[in-house]
């Protein structure tokens, strides 16, 4: 299969190819991605989900842990039930597939003070930092791919996280953290200029 | 100044223009990012910093908050105090910049339940997962310059974070969560290969 035949969704044949820098296509698509609300009917091709999940298990890890799974959801069915009382539903429900990125919120390792120890279970005390990274990686892959996304919270939401544990039949350790549908984008969303300059202090705050 | 000259470094005149998919330049810089953590003398170009300080606030934020701050570390002179007791500070000491990636853990807003009441500080309960993905933000372009850099956790260690909160003068809200030593890699580190399909459901666990 061509590589660009593996990058193309939203009904393109291929992504364009233009000689560029690349460091500026990266900067081009951070600054790029925006939250997308609405979608068309497309669905999205089984490589280009495999692209996405790829570049969400690329994300950094404290320890190495990888606390990360994925649900992938297109069976849209059963969504009043996983998303009962949620207030995305209805866009839930437009997208093309629904991720439900999950954190197992322990751990299987010999205790760190007896590293020659049995491996036990344990609360990973630096879950959550790694699945905000997690989550950005998804989206950006998305946007590099001109498809839409938008992050909802589902962790800490004991409301919004019960559903989704109970449908989907998750392990007693793990979370629901995120929610994010992804589609062909239906409007116009542009991104957010959040640049200032304000924030940055050099050697002292 | 001509567009590649704004990405250039690690002495580099410029980024090689090559034709290629934008997609696929995405997904090699996500799949690329590796922990960087030994560094040559070069510095970074100021453009260069402003261009990754750029992409960390280009991250999303949930209500918007937009909770982060950035001091960047280039006075050495400093760093035993700033560091004290960091088992990463000689990986500091060696990079040309040190990013700390801060956080308000409150935000100044109406109460939720009240939107017409006069602003109150309170306690933002989803402050984390913004600087997760800010950080990986700056860790992506950073490796699209060309650069290296490794995500050290500063929060939630209180005996790391005490000596970066009283030698930076940080607000008393607001947390050293990340730090990130960025530099011309010296060495030839190279990404972990974390893809796992197992990490992948469809429909239910």
């Known amino acids: 299969m061509a590589a660009a035949a593996l990058f193309a969704a939203c009904g393109q044949q291929e992504s364009p190819q233009q000689p560029v820098d690349p460091a500026q296509v990266v900067m ?9 609300r609405s979608y068309t ?3 999205i091709p089984a490589q280009v989900m495999e692209n996405l999940l790829r570049a969400a298990m690329a994300a950094p890890s404290g320890r190495n842990i990888q606390p990360w799974s994925f649900v992938v ?3 849209k069915s059963r969504y009043d039930t996983i998303f009962e009382g949620n207030f995305n539903l209805n866009m839930f429900k437009q997208a093309a597939a629904v991720v439900v990125v999950c954190a197992d919120t322990t751990v299987v390792r010999p205790p ?22 997690v989550t950005e990686n998804l989206l950006l892959a998305v946007e590099a791919h001109g498809l839409g996304a938008c992050w909802t919270a589902c ?3 004991p409301d919004r996280m019960e559903p989704v544990k ?3 039949g998750l392990p007693a350790t793990v979370v629901p953290y995120s929610v ?5 984008p239906a409007g116009d969303e542009q991104p957010k200029d959040k640049w200032d300059p304000s924030r940055i202090h050099h050697n002292m705050w």
Chains 1, 2 share one sequence.
């Open 180 to 184: 994010v549908p992804i589609g062909c």
């Open 112 to 133: 760190r003070e007896n590293p020659d120890a049995p491996a036990v279970q344990q609360p990973n005390g630096i879950w959550r930092d790694d699945m905000g990274a």
């Open 28 to 36: 081009n698509n951070i600054l790029s991605r925006k939250s997308v």
């Open 73 to 75: 959801l297109t069976d």
């Open 166 to 168: 109970q449908a989907l």
């Open 155 to 157: 962790y800490p939401y």
């Open 41 to 43: 009917a497309d669905t």
